[in-house]
């Protein structure tokens, strides 16, 4: 299993601008897959971006694509979401994820490792 820590979430305005990182530890070698998954309140959660390790091809919900930046650094372990633009509407909990084997995730469900997530809350 792989252990991820989420840092960087807080409050911002609209238009505003926010960097979340995720850090792995654990049994990282089996992970092909990193990606974040936001859950708003009430709802369920939703894929929004999510990058292949080898290869740092990426894949973005509709919802995000121009906005949020996934990227990623292998020898710091670490996953990076760089959000520009946020509206109000992007206010979730935001939680780093793991997929070990196969191709890149499309979808939340997909992943098999998750951190504690990080609050993002814009105001209008």
């Known amino acids: 299993q792989v252990q991820l820590v989420e840092s960087g979430g807080g409050l911002v305005q609209a238009g505003g601008s926010l960097k979340l990182s995720c850090g792995a530890s654990g049994r990282t070698f089996s992970r092909n897959a990193m990606g974040w998954v936001r859950q708003a309140p009430g709802k369920e959660r939703v894929f929004v971006a999510a990058i292949n390790w080898n290869t740092g091809s990426t894949y973005y919900a509709d919802s995000v694509k121009g906005r949020f930046t996934i990227s990623r650094i292998n020898a710091k372990n670490t996953v990076y979401l760089q959000m520009n633009d946020l509206k109000p509407e992007d206010t979730a909990v935001y939680y780093c994820?793991?997929?070990?084997?196969?191709?890149?995730?499309?979808?939340?469900?997909?992943?098999?490792?998750w951190g504690q997530g990080t609050q993002v809350t814009v105001s209008s």
């Open positions: 994820a793991v997929r070990r084997y196969g191709r890149i995730p499309f979808t939340s469900s997909e992943f098999d490792d």
